[in-house]
C-alpha cells in the first residue's frame, strides 16, 4: 500500500504541482504578495513568473483595482469564507478577458509554523459569455436585418407606455409596410429580397432618434417606437421623413430597384395607452394609407375602419350566388 506521508512537501513540490494545472494559479500571503505563480498565470498576465513573485501587484495594476482587491483578501484572511468574483480584467497584449476567480484559505507548514495562504486560481469564461451574449441578442433581434424582433419590440413598446404617464410625454408607434415588395421576389428571388430588407431596415435605423426604436415584425412589415415627443406633428414628421427615405433608389443588384412605403400612426394617448390598442389602430391608419394611392402616410382617427377582406375579394364573396346550385341526382 502506497505510504502518502513518503511525500515531502516543498516549495518545488508544489510549483510542479501548479504548474501542471492548466488554469492561473496563484498563492497569496497575508501582506498580499505572491508567494507561488504557476506557468499560465505568468502567461496569462504577460509578465515572467520571476518577476511576479513576491510583488504585490503595485505599479502594474491600477490602484484602485488593486485596494478592491486586497480588501476582498482582507475578508477572506478574517472570516476563512470562499470568496468567487466575475470580472474583466486585461490580459497578456492588453486584450480584455472576462474571468471567474475564486479564493480560498489554506494553511501551509512554513518555518514559522502553520501559515494561513489564499490560494487563488482563475477561469477564463470569455468565449462561454460572449455565446451567452449573442444567444440572448438572436432571441430578442431579426437574424435578417439585425433590428429588434416582435417580442424585443413587444417588451420596448410596454415599457414606452409605461413611461409616459410619468413623464407626461406621447409616444407614437408607426406601422411601415413596404408598397409591391412581393413582385421583387418574384421577379429578382429572395436574395435580392433579403438585400432590400437590409438596406430598409438601416435607412429606417437612419431616420430615428436614440432612445426611439425599430423593429421588423416579418416579411416586410416594419415599426417604429418614437418616444418623448410633445406635439403630434413630430410623428407626422418623422412619419414623412420614413416615406421619403424609404423611396430613395436602392443601390441593389443586378439593377437598381425603387420601393415606396406606407405608413400607419397612432399615438398614445390619444389613440390608446395599451400595445393592443395602439397597435390596432395603426394598423388601421395603414390600411388607409395603402388604400389611400401608396407611398404615404395616415394619421389614426375615430372614422377609419379596416375592412375584413380586401376591396376585391368583397366583389367577388358578393358576386357569389346566395346559394350552391343543387347537386346532380344519382344515377339508379
Avoid at 498563492?27 to 506557468?39: F, G
Avoid at 408607426?174 to 438585400?195: A, R, T
Avoid at 425599430?214 to 413630430?234: N, P
Wanted: proline letters at 7%; hydrophobic letters at 40%; a negative charge.
Amino acid at each position: 500500500m502506497f505510504d502518502q506521508s513518503s511525500i515531502i512537501l516543498t516549495v518545488e513540490v508544489l510549483q510542479t504541482l501548479l504548474d501542471s494545472l492548466p488554469n492561473p494559479v496563484f498563492l497569496i500571503d497575508r501582506d498580499h504578495r505572491l508567494v507561488l505563480v504557476n506557468q499560465a498565470m505568468a502567461d496569462f498576465v504577460g509578465y515572467p513568473r520571476e518577476s511576479l513573485v513576491g510583488r504585490n501587484g503595485e505599479g502594474r495594476v491600477p490602484r484602485a483595482l488593486l485596494e478592491g482587491y486586497w480588501r476582498v483578501d482582507d475578508r477572506v484572511f478574517a472570516t476563512g469564507e470562499s470568496d468567487e468574483t466575475e470580472e474583466i480584467v486585461t490580459g497578456a497584449g492588453g486584450r480584455q478577458r472576462i474571468v471567474i476567480t475564486r479564493k480560498r484559505l489554506i494553511q501551509l507548514d512554513t518555518l514559522a509554523g502553520p501559515t494561513p495562504f489564499i490560494i487563488a486560481a482563475l477561469s477564463d469564461v470569455t468565449r462561454f459569455r460572449e455565446a451567452e451574449a449573442r444567444a440572448r441578442h438572436l432571441a430578442a433581434h431579426d437574424n435578417l436585418t439585425g433590428l429588434p424582433n416582435r417580442g424585443q419590440f413587444t417588451q420596448r413598446l410596454a415599457e414606452a407606455l409605461a413611461a409616459a404617464p410619468r413623464s407626461g410625454e406621447l409616444v407614437a408607434v408607426l406601422l411601415v409596410d413596404l408598397d409591391g415588395f412581393k413582385p421583387i421576389n418574384d421577379q429578382f428571388g429572395h436574395i435580392v429580397g433579403d438585400s432590400v430588407l437590409r438596406i430598409i431596415g438601416r435607412r429606417l435605423s437612419g431616420v430615428i432618434r436614440a432612445g426611439d426604436t425599430v423593429a421588423r415584425l416579418g416579411g416586410d412589415e416594419f415599426c417604429v417606437i418614437q418616444r418623448g415627443i410633445s406635439h403630434e406633428d413630430h410623428a407626422l414628421a418623422l412619419a414623412g421623413r420614413i416615406v421619403t427615405t424609404i423611396g430613395q433608389p436602392l443601390a441593389t443588384r443586378p439593377a437598381p430597384l425603387t420601393v415606396t412605403a406606407s405608413v400607419g400612426l397612432a399615438l398614445c394617448p390619444s389613440d390608446g395607452d395599451d400595445p393592443e390598442t395602439l397597435l390596432e389602430r395603426a394598423d388601421r391608419a395603414l390600411y388607409a394609407a395603402k388604400h389611400g394611392g401608396r407611398g404615404g402616410f395616415r394619421r389614426y382617427h375615430a372614422g377609419l375602419q379596416r375592412p375584413l377582406a380586401p376591396p376585391d375579394m368583397v366583389a367577388l364573396l358578393r358576386d357569389l350566388p346566395a346559394d350552391p346550385p343543387p347537386a346532380p341526382a344519382e344515377a339508379p
